[in-house]
């Protein structure tokens, strides 16, 4: 049994006990001891759908949300290309310090840029500071990719 088959088994019981506490709290007067104590249940019942909820959220974050963020990014759609040969490029990557590690470490895994068969062949990567201005006697020093 899949554990969505078990949520839904226990969601419909859970509604089922309530629709049930309903139905006996019209049998009891407000101010009575069982009106009071089949008010409290369903408060219980209540906090425990709440419970799982929160349960369920915070699994599908943790294991669905949270991986494929990684790849928010990524676009499908329709574009037009041009064949470009022989491209030299110097390629500038701006991002928190956790990301430009993890492209340091598996920047020479890298077997393609864009498209799967856009295919590079990386010379070189580098941690840089830039500047908003280039200062004419300092060495400008560059990530290549």
Not at 24 to 38: G, H, V, W
Not at 47 to 65: G, L, S, V
């Amino acid at each position: 049994m899949t554990q969505n088959t078990r949520l839904k088994r226990l969601d419909d019981l859970l509604k089922k006990r309530k629709k049930s506490l309903i139905e006996k709290k019209k049998k009891f007067d407000k101010k009575s001891e069982e009106f009071a104590q089949l008010t409290q249940r369903e408060k219980e019942i209540k906090a425990k759908e709440k419970e799982i909820k929160e349960w369920m959220k915070a699994f599908e974050d943790e294991n669905y949300k949270q991986p494929i963020s990684l790849y928010q990014s990524l676009t499908t759609s329709l574009k037009y290309y041009e064949i470009l040969h022989e491209v030299k490029l110097i390629i500038h990557v701006r991002a928190d310090e956790e990301v430009l590690d993890c492209v340091h470490e598996n920047i020479y895994s890298l077997k393609s840029l864009g498209r799967s068969e856009d295919f590079v062949d990386v010379v070189g990567c580098e941690f840089v500071d830039l500047r908003s201005e280039v200062e004419k006697e300092k060495k400008v020093y560059t990530r290549h990719i």
